[in-house]
């Protein structure tokens, strides 16, 4: 009978541990939505309540790091908009504009606030295209499926 007792407490525990997890995994104050700059903008005094999550073109001549490099301030652009983003943190490998042709594509993370500018509290990067073939190339193949290794065929 006693073990009875502790089975129906633990699978108790465990339920009610569940149950919370899913519903504080629904709390809309710790949502991120996914929107374009144009989008967020237009959303007015509505947009400075929530977290939000911003996919843009970074414009390599306005990155301006601060003294200490742990604050960033640059411009990120989409195809209509343009917004100034401040960061306050350690930047990715590759946020660094001589790695791209052109802008960097970046996904932030963060809010908007009523001055305009976009506080990032997380920064992804797009890998550079010189990881992509070029055009009209082929992409090799090496590894023992391949029959080669050195690179030079």
């Not at 809309?28 to 144009?38: C, N, P």
Request: glycine letters at 8%.
């Amino acid at each position: 009978m006693q073990r009875k007792v502790r089975v129906y407490i633990a699978l108790a525990v465990i339920v009610t541990a569940m149950a919370f997890l899913m519903i504080s995994g629904f709390n809309t104050e710790t949502m991120v939505y996914s929107v374009t700059i144009s989008e967020l903008k237009a959303k007015g005094d509505d947009a400075y309540a929530k977290g939000y999550r911003v996919n843009g073109f970074v414009d390599p001549n306005t990155i301006q790091k601060s003294a200490d490099m742990l604050t960033v301030n640059f411009v990120v652009k989409d195809e209509a908009e343009n917004m100034p983003v401040e960061y306050n943190g350690i930047l990715p490998d590759t946020f660094k504009p001589s790695t791209f042709d052109g802008d960097i594509e970046v996904l932030l993370e963060g809010k908007f606030r009523q001055d305009g500018t976009f506080m990032a509290t997380n920064i992804m990067t797009k890998c550079a295209s010189k990881y992509d073939p070029a055009e009209g190339g082929e992409t090799k193949t090496y590894g023992p499926m391949s029959g080669s290794m050195s690179g030079t065929d």
